[in-house]
Structures are given as C-alpha cells and as structure tokens.
C-alpha cells in the first residue's frame, strides 16, 4: 500500500550455520542478537573479527525480592507467570525468588498450591497455562538440570519430570517444579530455559540484593513491596545491577518502548527505547568552511 520494495524486511530460515554467515559476512555492517550467553560470546567474537558491530541481549537470571512489606496475593500472580508463562522459555522468565524469612512460609505454601492448579497442555488452549518445550533437546537440559540441583543438595516442593498420556506424545511438555536453594549452588548460577523456580530466603534487604546481584546474568529483576523505602533502595545505584528494575511487577512484563537489554553476560545490548535506533544507525561528523580561509587544527599555523 506504500510501494515500499522488496527485500526491506528478509526472513531467512535456519539453524546455527544462518548465525555463523551473518556473523562472518562483510557485507553485515551491525548484528542484533539474542540467545544464551554461550551464543552471543561466539557470536561477539565474529563479529569484532571483522570489526562490526553487534547489539546483545542474552541470557537471564531473573529474580524477584519477596519483601516483608509485599502484597503476597498480588506478588503470587507476578511470580507464577513469571516462572511458568511460555513454559519459562522467555530471556525475562523469573528464574530465583528471594523471599523474606518472615513470609517465607506463607508465601512458598501459596506458590505450592498455584502450581497444583496449573493445567499443562497444548498452547493454542486457552484455558492451559503451560506449553511444551522447544524440542527434545530442551528437555534434556531441563530434566539435567534437576538431577544437578538434587546432587547439590536442592530440595524440591514442587517436583518436575516429563508429562505423559494422550496430548502429550512430543514428549516435550515437562512439569513446572520448585526447589528451594542458596543462591551459589552452580545450577543456580546457570541459566536453564524451562519452568525451574528457585527459591531461597533472606533477612536483610541489602542481602536480598546482593543475592540477586550476585549471578553472571544482568537482564531483569524485580521487588515486590509496599515500602517506598525499599523499593527506591532497589531503584538506586546500590540496587539491582540489572538493566530492567521493576517494582510491584513481575520480571517478565511487557518493556515495549523501554531500553531492553541488560548488563555483564546479558551482553550490555539495548534492542528498544529511545535511544536504541543510535546503535542501527551510521554516524558522520560533518564540518563546513564557509569562509575565504582554511583554518587549521588546534591553531597551528603552516605557511608556504
């Protein structure tokens, strides 16, 4: 309807050999990415190779603080869907909660009887909550991943495993399950895309910070609260290291129009916002002499 040619918008099909050739080809001047980190840092190196640009959005390791002063009731739905929405396949899906002793106990009984209600099934069914996986591959690394936090000493309220029965013949659909941990367990650390919530307590807000904090991934994060106190703390420089910060709202939120992207392994990239379309753009200085003289640079004076 607006004669705009062929070839603005291409779509091309693929596995890992379409990242390598836009990575590797010349004529790319600028990649935007998202995917692991695993990913990104192959990619990144590609790239900066042939000395192009790339914009990064990786991994997540998303937490939600559980303050003392939080809504639970509200901050359950933010934390379920969070955790369970798309099968916990999405960059923001909330990967660790960090609950206040005090509501520890409250809250992880509400979580357990959120999850007994969940109905896993085929997506296009509104009335399910839970999807497939990807492929069978992902359910590899899901069903690993809880062998690894069981060895490590995790212990589970809600169990996993894959479902069986009529409608589920992939094999891919998977329980969404609950461990409770400490955040330096190893496959706490690792970011692992299917629903595995982990859950562990804190006592001091700063703590709850510096647990949040203190993993490779810097996407989102979020504090459910009702103290303003709290939630500017969690806003500041002291606060979350990540480059999305909510308050009262779930990590996996709609950012449309918001800088998205994160910091350390997140990869520092920005795929929105205001500013965003800088980074897809060519920059050129321009100077013009409208004058009969030339003048010089820092006022050297170069006579002939």
Same mark, same amino acid.
């Given at each position: ?27 790319? !001047?600028?990649?935007? $990415? ?11 190196? =590609? ?48 990967? /660790? ?47 690993? =991943? ?6 490590? %000493? ?16 992939? #094999?891919?659909?998977?329980? !969404?399950?609950? =461990? ?35 993993? !490779?991934? %810097?996407?989102?994060? $979020?504090? &459910? ?13 002291? #606060? ?13 939120? $709609?950012?449309?129009? #918001? ?21 897809? &753009? /060519? /920059? ?10 030339? !003048? ?9």
């Amino acid at each position: 309807a607006n004669n705009v040619p062929e070839g603005v918008n291409c779509l091309i099909q693929g596995g890992r050999e379409v990242g390598e050739w836009l990575s590797n080809d010349t004529r790319i !001047p600028l990649v935007s $990415a998202t995917g692991s980190t695993r990913m990104g840092k192959a990619l990144s190196a =590609a790239v900066a190779a042939r000395l192009g640009k790339s914009i990064l959005e990786l991994g997540g390791n998303n937490a939600i603080i559980i303050s003392k002063d939080a809504d639970l009731d509200m901050s359950l739905i933010g934390c379920v869907f969070g955790a369970v929405g798309t099968a916990g396949q999405r960059c923001t899906s909330t990967r /660790r909660l960090i609950i206040h002793e005090s509501v520890y106990d409250a809250f992880t009984a509400k979580l357990v009887k959120a999850y007994d209600q969940l109905k896993i099934g085929n997506p296009l069914d509104a009335t399910n909550h839970v999807g497939p996986l990807i492929d069978q591959d992902a359910v590899k690394m899901y069903l690993n =991943a809880i062998e690894q936090c069981k060895a490590q %000493g995790g212990q589970f309220l809600v169990e996993g495993g894959v479902v069986n029965g009529a409608g589920y013949e992939s #094999g891919c659909y998977v329980k !969404p399950c609950i =461990a409770a941990v400490t955040n330096e367990l190893s496959i706490v650390q690792h970011e692992t895309f299917a629903p595995i919530l982990y859950v562990m307590k804190y006592s001091h807000l700063e703590e709850a910070i510096a647990m949040q904090n203190n993993v !490779p991934q %810097g996407l989102s994060s $979020a504090i &459910m609260t009702l103290n303003m106190r709290e939630a500017e703390l969690f806003l500041s420089a002291n #606060g979350s290291d990540c480059g999305i910060a909510n308050v009262n709202i779930g990590t996996s939120g $709609a950012e449309i129009g #918001g800088a998205f992207g994160g910091e350390k392994e997140t990869g520092g990239g920005r795929e929105s916002g205001s500013d965003a379309w800088k980074a897809y &753009m /060519r /920059r050129q200085t321009n100077t013009i002499n409208y004058g009969n003289t030339l !003048p010089l640079a820092q006022g050297i004076q170069f006579d002939f």
